[in-house]
């Protein structure tokens, strides 16, 4: 078991929001899921105020070692996860951390207080790639917006509240510490990079329905690795690392320079179960190197 | 009941391979795989080779309806014109695959009350093989129309051994010089008491749903979508729907009612 923000978890290996449907894989695999589900912690895709049907496809394409995807958060809103969804995933075995984003100050706050009020959720994580409708920058990429918005929500819940950083800034560990200041209990990194493809017919149109979208996979692996290695070395609260990995010594690499808990996302679409078998792979790296291991060794 | 998938992806042996026409066909043995229904589809994986090549591609599984399955062994069908598609043909029996599946909802039988309607299939090119699971899912010899580009990819025709076909070819190399559509409008003019199952490109899954739509024919399409997982995660395999938003192909599909759809894109993978 570990701790993580209060919460006792069975393994470091999470998923990363958006990157697995527990709901859609239930109709999939069936009751085996919640026998073997694959994470220690279940995190929501985005839930968003309203309702929001997503981009327009295209919304998919693979590049060397990775996928840029441009999904553009369809979820049935507020009110339809709380009825709809939430139900659903408390039926997990494992605690249920509920990723939301808004545009405004206030449609966060509005988020924030209705899933502090159910108890079904665990932990609340603020994805903060979204534009600041005054400024049009990432919230997340500035830490002056940053701050505020921490600031402006961290009183509506005693829930742990975990902060996903977004890549695309200029110091992401400056970002990390604006929420570190502002009371975040813990910051989870790294989301995809900003990212386009082109039209292989030509004339330089864009891919994707939504225009641009976002990098991930093993592509991006090493700018977790540096990411989440500069996080770590500012901030004293919990990280949760993720991007690119794939195997348990991916994970290892992560928790290697600070992260406590390893989020797999882009992995999961190539193997369902690739939670558990990291898991796995994990541990088995961590027997083999510590030192009672290596001293029953010789 | 719909097949449910076993958690995860299993690997499997490849135990033949076969060129039919411009088409790969390949068997793997799968037996720990509960028997798929017509229209279902697995997502396959080289276990070696895959997210590891030169250029690194191809990196995600990719989609395919089985074209038989046996007691224990799967068959597929391949045409090679990508990266993904390329190292699934060039597999040789002792090859290993990744499988996860069978997934999806396939093709449901006519409803029983009146009209009575005959099931009429029409389709073509790599949409074969869903067809072909299901005239042998429905055991009456259907009547099959299949539209191909040319007389090397009408071979493939030869995989749909359990009903009536005939075949169109856009050259005229064989049979019907002209589309499948052509081949469907004068079916449907003949007898309108049909439901239709269709598989194929975009613009021939498109045209049939069109003319479907104008007949007042019941359809069921098989859709072919980009995704990356199969399962319902990633989101990325969407089309419209005529009440508003999205549904995936992945899980409210493959196979939707024609009468559900907006116009399907022509690139919208």
Same mark, same amino acid.
């Given at each position: 078991?570990?701790?993580?923000?209060?919460?006792?978890?069975?393994?470091?290996?999470?998923?990363?929001?958006?990157?697995?449907?527990?709901?859609?894989?239930?109709?999939?695999?069936?009751?085996?899921?919640?026998?073997?589900? &694959?994470?220690?912690?279940?995190?929501? =895709?985005?839930?968003?105020?309203?309702?929001?049907?997503?981009?327009?496809?295209?919304?998919?394409?693979?590049? $060397?070692?990775?996928?840029?995807?441009?999904?553009?958060?369809?979820?049935?809103?507020?009110?339809?996860?709380?009825?709809?969804?939430?139900?659903?995933?408390?039926?997990?075995? /494992?605690?249920?951390?509920?990723? /939301?984003?808004?545009?405004?100050? $206030?449609?966060?706050?509005?988020?924030?207080?209705? /899933?502090?009020?159910?108890?079904?959720?665990?932990?609340?994580?603020?994805?903060?790639?979204?534009?600041?409708?005054?400024?049009?920058?990432?919230?997340?990429?500035?830490?002056?917006?940053?701050?505020?918005?921490?600031?402006?929500?961290?009183?509506?819940?005693? =829930?742990?509240? *975990?902060? =996903? +950083?977004?890549?695309?800034?200029?110091?992401?560990?400056?970002?990390?510490?604006?929420?570190?200041?502002?009371?975040?209990?813990?910051?989870?990194?790294?989301?995809?990079?900003?990212?386009?493809?082109?039209?292989?017919? %030509?004339?330089?149109?864009?891919?994707?329905?939504?225009?641009?979208?976002?990098?991930?996979? &093993?592509?991006?692996?090493?700018?977790? +690795?540096?990411?989440?290695?500069?996080?770590?070395?500012?901030?004293?609260?919990?990280?949760?690392?993720?991007?690119?990995?794939?195997?348990?010594?991916?994970?290892?690499?992560?928790?290697?320079? %600070?992260?406590?808990?390893?989020? /797999?996302?882009?992995?999961?679409?190539?193997?369902?179960?690739?939670?558990?078998?990291?898991?796995?792979?994990? =541990?088995? +790296?961590? *027997?083999?190197?510590?030192?009672?291991?290596?001293?029953?060794?010789? | 009941?719909?097949?449910?998938?076993?958690?995860?992806?299993?690997?499997?042996?490849?135990?033949?391979?076969?060129?039919?026409?411009?088409?790969?066909?390949?068997?793997?043995?799968?037996?720990?795989?509960?028997?798929?229904?017509?229209?279902?589809?697995?997502?396959?994986?080289?276990?070696?080779?895959?997210?590891?090549? #030169?250029? @690194? !591609?191809?990196?995600?599984?990719?989609?395919?309806?089985?074209?038989?399955?046996?007691?224990?062994?799967?068959?597929?069908?391949?045409?090679?014109?990508?990266?993904?598609?390329?190292?699934?043909?060039?597999?040789?029996?002792?090859?290993?695959?990744?499988?996860?599946?069978?997934?999806?909802?396939?093709?449901?039988?006519?409803?029983?009350?009146?009209?009575?309607?005959?099931?009429?299939?029409?389709?073509?090119?790599?949409?074969?093989?869903?067809?072909?699971?299901?005239?042998?899912?429905?055991?009456? !010899?259907?009547?099959?129309?299949?539209?191909?580009?040319?007389? #090397?990819?009408?071979?493939?025709?030869?995989?749909?051994?359990?009903?009536?076909?005939?075949?169109?070819?856009?050259?005229?190399?064989?049979?019907?010089?002209?589309?499948?559509?052509?081949?469907?409008?004068?079916?449907?003019?003949?007898?309108?008491?049909?439901?239709?199952?269709?598989?194929?490109?975009?613009?021939?899954? #498109?045209?049939?749903?069109?003319?479907?739509?104008?007949?007042?024919?019941?359809?069921?399409?098989?859709? @072919?979508?980009?995704?990356?997982?199969?399962?319902?995660?990633?989101?990325?395999?969407?089309?419209?729907? !005529?009440?508003?938003?999205?549904?995936?192909?992945?899980?409210?599909?493959?196979?939707?009612?024609?009468?559900?759809?907006?116009?399907?894109?022509?690139?919208?993978?």
């Amino acid at each position: 078991m570990i701790e993580f923000c209060g919460l006792q978890i069975d393994h470091p290996i999470i998923n990363g929001s958006g990157t697995f449907d527990a709901i859609a894989a239930r109709r999939a695999f069936g009751e085996a899921l919640l026998a073997d589900f &694959p994470f220690s912690a279940f995190v929501s =895709k985005t839930i968003t105020l309203a309702p929001r049907a997503g981009n327009p496809p295209p919304r998919l394409w693979e590049t $060397a070692a990775g996928m840029i995807n441009s999904i553009g958060l369809p979820n049935r809103g507020l009110a339809g996860y709380l009825e709809h969804d939430l139900p659903r995933l408390a039926a997990l075995p /494992v605690p249920l951390i509920t990723n /939301v984003m808004g545009s405004t100050e $206030a449609e966060v706050a509005a988020l924030v207080e209705a /899933v502090d009020a159910r108890p079904e959720v665990a932990a609340i994580e603020l994805n903060v790639s979204c534009p600041n409708v005054k400024t049009g920058l990432d919230i997340g990429a500035d830490p002056v917006s940053l701050a505020a918005l921490v600031r402006a929500v961290r009183p509506l819940t005693r =829930k742990p509240l *975990i902060v =996903k +950083l977004t890549p695309n800034t200029a110091d992401v560990a400056a970002v990390a510490a604006a929420a570190e200041d502002e009371g975040a209990d813990a910051v989870s990194l790294i989301n995809t990079l900003r990212a386009m493809a082109l039209d292989p017919r %030509g004339a330089g149109r864009t891919w994707l329905g939504g225009g641009s979208g976002g990098l991930s996979g &093993p592509a991006i692996r090493h700018i977790a +690795l540096a990411q989440v290695f500069a996080v770590a070395r500012r901030i004293a609260i919990p990280v949760v690392g993720m991007g690119g990995v794939a195997c348990g010594a991916h994970a290892k690499d992560l928790i290697s320079v %600070g992260a406590v808990l390893v989020a /797999v996302g882009t992995e999961n679409f190539r193997d369902p179960c690739a939670g558990s078998r990291i898991a796995a792979e994990l =541990k088995s +790296l961590q *027997i083999a190197e510590s030192p009672s291991s290596s001293m029953n060794a010789s | 009941m719909r097949p449910i998938a076993p958690l995860g992806r299993r690997r499997v042996v490849v135990t033949s391979c076969d060129d039919v026409g411009a088409y790969r066909v390949v068997d793997a043995a799968d037996p720990d795989g509960p028997v798929p229904a017509a229209g279902q589809f697995y997502m396959l994986a080289a276990v070696h080779c895959w997210g590891a090549t #030169e250029n @690194e !591609r191809p990196f995600l599984p990719r989609a395919f309806s089985f074209l038989r399955a046996d007691a224990g062994a799967l068959r597929f069908m391949f045409e090679d014109v990508g990266p993904g598609t390329r190292r699934l043909a060039e597999l040789t029996a002792g090859d290993e695959l990744w499988v996860t599946g069978p997934l999806g909802e396939g093709f449901r039988a006519p409803n029983p009350s009146p009209p009575a309607r005959r099931p009429l299939l029409a389709g073509g090119g790599i949409g074969v093989p869903p067809l072909a699971a299901w005239a042998t899912e429905l055991g009456t !010899r259907p009547r099959a129309l299949l539209g191909f580009r040319d007389r #090397e990819h009408a071979a493939g025709a030869a995989v749909m051994s359990d009903a009536e076909v005939t075949v169109a070819t856009e050259d005229g190399s064989v049979g019907h010089h002209g589309l499948v559509t052509e081949l469907l409008a004068a079916e449907l003019a003949r007898d309108p008491h049909a439901i239709v199952y269709s598989c194929g490109p975009p613009r021939m899954l #498109e045209a049939v749903r069109a003319l479907c739509m104008e007949h007042d024919v019941p359809a069921q399409l098989a859709l @072919e979508a980009g995704m990356a997982c199969g399962f319902g995660a990633c989101y990325g395999c969407v089309v419209p729907v !005529r009440d508003g938003g999205y549904v995936r192909v992945c899980v409210d599909g493959p196979v939707l009612d024609a009468d559900r759809l907006e116009p399907l894109a022509e690139d919208a993978h």
